[in-house]
C-alpha cells in the first residue's frame, strides 16, 4: 500500500509503506555501498532441485520449519546411522553474483530450483547497531533462511531487498545462509511467461551483510529544484523518530546545512551558489555527505533538471535531442548477465562509441553500476520495469507486484543524476484494462517521483498506410514513445520512404526501438535477409526517415547495442537462440550498420551544438 507524506514546500514524497512483515522483507535500504558490512560474494554450495524436493515433502505438502529434510536445514549427519538425503559440497559450487546459465552446461536452459548455501563467519563492526542482509537481484523468486529460519522471500528478478537479521540469529561463526532460488516463468509475474531474453536464473547480483546505527537513515532524495540553477531541494527519511539535527555537506562548495530532525524525516531546500550542472557533456558529480546523529552516508551526486515544455525535452532549460541505444543487460561474449562496475563500463563505452548520450535499459532494471556509471560517463538512463507484452492486466495481484517492482527501482535508483526517464512497460496490448493498469502504473510512478519523465513503449497501428500514434496510454506519459521496426516485420527497408508518422500527442515524440537482425560477419548484397548490408541499408532507410519526422521528434533508441540471447530465435543459420539485431556481434566486433548510426548521431551532435 501506499502512502503520501506531504513534507513542507509541496514535495510530496511517497513512500511504499512495507510493515516489516511484508515476506519478511524490511524497507529498501539505499545507498549500501556506502554503508559498512561485509560481502557474501564468491563461492556458493549448491543444490539442484528441480522437484523441490528441498521444500515439499513427498504429499507436496511444505517441509515445517525444522524438517530434518529440508535443505535449509543442516545436512550434518548427527550420527553414522543418521539418513541424510542431502547436503552441501565443494563439489557442487557455483559464484555469486553471476546467473546459473552461463556457469554450467547443464544450467543453459534450466528453469526450476537451485538451493544455495554460504557459510560464514561474522563479527559486527557497528556496536549495538542492526544487521540487514541486502541482495542485489536474485532472479526469479528467493526464500531466505538463516539458521534454520526462515527470514523472507522476494519476487522479481531485478530489483534489490533486505531483510533485518536478528542479534540472537547470528552467530561469531559457521553462519548457515540458504537460499531458494526459483527462475520459472509464471503467466501471473512480472515479466510473465513469453518474453524475448534468456531468462537467466540465479543470485545475479552482489550479496551483502550491512550494518547500520539503532537509528538509520533508509533514503533520501536531494536534487536541484525545477528552473533553477542553484537550489538544492530534497528530504531525509530515517527509519525511527530522529533526535538532534539532519546534516547536508557539498564540501567542494563549502556547504554544511544542519535541519533540525522532526519525526522520522525532514524536508529541506537552500542554495548552493557556484553549483555546476550535471550533462552528459560535463557530468560534474559532487561528493556529498549526509548525517544523522548516529550516521554518516557519503555518495557521488550530479544536480540536473528534466523537463517536458510544449513538446520538447528540456535538460537543465536546454532542449536536448536523445542520441540513444537500447541494450539488455548481457556480456554477449561471454554470454551471461553484466553485474560488475567494469560490466557497466564496457557496454556503456561501447554506447559512447557510437555517440550514444542516452541508452534505455530495456526490459528491466540494470545493477546498480549500470546506473552509477552513466551517472560517471555522462549517459541519460530510461530505466524500465518488466511489464512486457502480454501481462496479466485483470488481476490486482498482478499489479500490486509491478508496484512494488516500480517502487524498489526508483527508491534504488531516485538519485541518479543520469536516470531522466521512468519506463512503466513496453509493446502492452491497447484494451482498456491494460490502460487502467498501465495508467495506475504510470501515476504511482509519477507520485514516487515527481522530478522525472514517465513514459512506456507504446503501441503505433498502420490506418491507411500512415503510423498512427494514439494510444491512450499516452494521455497518462510525458513523452510519447513506440518500436517500430518498418523494412524489418513488413516491408523491405524502402518502404520507411514513403512512411507517414500521425502522433495524435501534443508531446515529445520518440522512436524507442527500430532494428533489423543480422548475423555479424555475413555479407551479401543488401536484399539478402540477415546480411550485414541488409541491416546497413535498413539503417540507412530509417536515418532518412528520422529526418523526416515531425517536428516534436525528440530522438530514438535504436534495438539494440549488442546481439543477446532468446529461446525465441530459432533460425539454425542466423540465430541459434540469439537475437542478433545488435550493431555489435556477439564477439563485440561493429557491424556496418554501427557506423551508418554513428554518422547519423555525429551529425545531430553538431546540430545540437549549433544551436
Ligand atoms: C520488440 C521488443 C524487444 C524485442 C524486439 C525484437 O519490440 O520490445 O524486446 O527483442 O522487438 O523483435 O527483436
Known amino acids: 500500500?501506499?502512502?503520501?507524506?506531504?513534507?513542507?514546500?509541496?514535495?510530496?514524497?511517497?513512500?511504499?509503506?512495507?510493515?516489516?512483515?511484508?515476506?519478511?522483507?524490511?524497507?529498501?535500504?539505499?545507498?549500501?555501498?556506502?554503508?559498512?558490512?561485509?560481502?557474501?560474494?564468491?563461492?556458493?554450495?549448491?543444490?539442484?532441485?528441480?522437484?523441490?524436493?528441498?521444500?515439499?515433502?513427498?504429499?507436496?505438502?511444505?517441509?515445517?520449519?525444522?524438517?530434518?529434510?529440508?535443505?535449509?536445514?543442516?545436512?550434518?549427519?548427527?550420527?553414522?546411522?543418521?539418513?541424510?538425503?542431502?547436503?552441501?559440497?565443494?563439489?557442487?559450487?557455483?559464484?555469486?553474483?553471476?546467473?546459473?546459465?552461463?556457469?554450467?552446461?547443464k544450467f543453459l536452459y534450466y528453469e526450476g530450483t537451485v538451493w544455495y548455501k554460504k557459510s560464514f563467519d561474522y563479527a559486527r563492526s557497528l556496536s549495538g547497531g542492526r544487521t540487514f542482509l541486502y541482495f542485489g537481484a536474485v532472479n526469479y523468486r528467493a526464500d531466505v533462511y538463516l539458521n534454520g529460519r526462515k527470514l523472507g522471500s522476494h519476487k522479481g528478478g531485478f530489483t534489490p531487498f533486505n531483510f533485518e537479521v536478528a542479534d540472537t540469529l547470528l552467530k561469531a561463526t559457521g553462519n548457515f545462509l540458504v537460499v531458494k532460488v526459483d527462475n520459472k516463468r509464471s503467466a501471473d509475474e512480472i515479466p510473465t511467461l513469453n518474453t524475448d531474453w534468456w531468462n537467466f536464473g540465479g543470485i545475479t547480483r552482489d550479496v551483502r551483510l550491512v550494518e547500520a546505527p539503532q537509528q538509520y537513515i533508509r533514503e533520501y532524495a536531494i536534487q536541484l529544484k525545477r528552473r533553477s540553477v542553484d537550489e538544492l531541494q530534497g528530504w531525509v527519511k530515517l527509519n525511527s523518530t530522529a533526535t538532534g539535527n539532519i546534516t547536508i555537506e557539498v564540501p567542494e562548495l563549502k556547504l554544511k546545512k544542519q535541519f533540525p530532525a522532526t519525526g522520522d524525516s525532514i524536508s529541506f531546500s537552500f542554495r548552493a551558489p557556484g553549483l555546476k550542472l550535471w550533462s552528459p557533456e560535463s557530468p560534474k558529480r559532487y561528493r556529498v555527505v549526509v548525517s544523522s546523529q548516529e550516521e554518516k552516508l557519503e555518495d557521488q551526486l550530479g544536480f540536473r533538471t528534466v523537463e517536458v515544455v510544449g513538446n520538447k525535452i528540456l535538460l537543465n532549460g536546454r532542449a536536448v535531442f536523445l542520441r540513444g541505444i537500447c541494450l539488455h543487460e548481457e556480456i554477449p561474449s561471454e554470454t551471461r548477465r553484466a553485474y560488475s562496475k567494469a560490466?557497466?563500463?564496457?557496454?556503456?563505452?561501447?554506447?559512447?562509441?557510437?555517440?550514444?548520450?542516452?541508452?534505455?535499459?530495456?526490459?528491466?532494471?540494470?545493477?546498480?553500476?549500470?546506473?552509477?556509471?552513466?551517472?560517471?560517463l555522462g549517459i541519460l538512463v530510461w530505466s524500465e520495469i518488466p511489464v512486457y507484452w502480454t501481462i496479466n492486466f485483470n488481476s490486482e495481484e498482478v499489479l500490486s507486484k509491478a508496484k512494488v517492482q516500480l517502487n524498489e527501482m526508483i527508491t534504488r535508483d531516485r538519485n541518479r543524476a543520469s536516470i531522466i526517464i521512468w519506463s512503466v512497460g513496453n509493446e502492452t496490448p491497447v484494451h482498456p484494462a491494460r490502460t487502467t493498469f498501465m495508467s495506475n502504473l504510470a501515476m504511482t510512478a509519477k507520485s514516487l517521483d515527481s522530478s522525472r519523465l514517465i513514459s512506456a513503449a507504446l503501441e503505433v497501428h498502420n490506418v491507411n498506410g500512415a503510423s498512427v500514434v494514439d494510444d491512450p496510454l499516452g494521455q497518462y506519459t510525458d513523452i510519447v514513445s513506440v518500436n517500430e521496426y518498418?523494412?524489418?516485420?513488413?516491408?523491405?527497408?524502402?518502404?520507411?520512404?514513403?512512411?507517414?508518422?500521425?502522433?495524435?500527442?501534443?508531446?515529445?515524440?520518440?522512436?524507442?526501438?527500430?532494428?533489423?537482425?543480422?548475423?555479424?560477419?555475413?555479407?551479401?548484397?543488401?536484399?539478402?535477409?540477415?546480411?550485414?548490408?541488409?541491416?546497413?541499408w535498413y539503417y540507412r532507410e530509417q536515418v532518412a526517415m528520422m529526418k523526416r519526422m515531425p517536428e516534436n521528434f525528440v530522438g530514438l533508441s535504436p534495438w539494440i547495442l549488442n546481439d543477446f540471447r532468446s529461446p525465441r530465435r530459432n533460425n539454425p543459420v542466423y540465430q541459434e537462440g540469439w537475437n542478433n539485431k545488435g550493431l555489435f556481434d556477439q564477439k563485440g566486433n561493429k557491424k556496418k550498420a554501427f557506423f551508418v548510426l554513428k554518422e547519423y548521431y555525429d551529425e545531430m551532435e553538431q546540430q545540437h551544438k549549433a544551436r
Do not use: C
Open 486 to 536: 518498418i523494412g524489418w516485420y513488413g516491408g523491405l527497408p524502402s518502404s520507411a520512404r514513403t512512411a507517414k508518422w500521425e502522433v495524435k500527442y501534443n508531446k515529445p515524440f520518440f522512436i524507442s526501438e527500430t532494428g533489423a537482425e543480422t548475423l555479424g560477419g555475413f555479407h551479401s548484397d543488401s536484399l539478402t535477409r540477415w546480411s550485414e548490408e541488409y541491416q546497413e
Open 1 to 105: 500500500m501506499f502512502s503520501f507524506l506531504k513534507l513542507s514546500k509541496g514535495i510530496v514524497v511517497a513512500t511504499l509503506l512495507v510493515s516489516a512483515t511484508v515476506n519478511g522483507q524490511t524497507p529498501l535500504l539505499t545507498n549500501v555501498g556506502a554503508r559498512p558490512g561485509i560481502s557474501l560474494n564468491g563461492k556458493w554450495q549448491y543444490i539442484v532441485d528441480p522437484y523441490e524436493t528441498g521444500f515439499y515433502d513427498y504429499r507436496w505438502k511444505e517441509r515445517s520449519q525444522n524438517d530434518r529434510e529440508a535443505y535449509w536445514n543442516s545436512d550434518v549427519p548427527t550420527n553414522k546411522t543418521d539418513r541424510k538425503e542431502h547436503g552441501y559440497s565443494d563439489k557442487y559450487t557455483i559464484n555469486v553474483p553471476g546467473d546459473w546459465n552461463s556457469q554450467d552446461a
Open 343 to 376: 560490466d557497466a563500463v564496457k557496454l556503456l563505452l561501447q554506447a559512447k562509441a557510437l555517440n550514444a548520450n542516452m541508452v534505455r535499459l530495456a526490459h528491466y532494471p540494470h545493477n546498480e553500476n549500470m546506473t552509477r556509471t552513466a551517472d560517471s
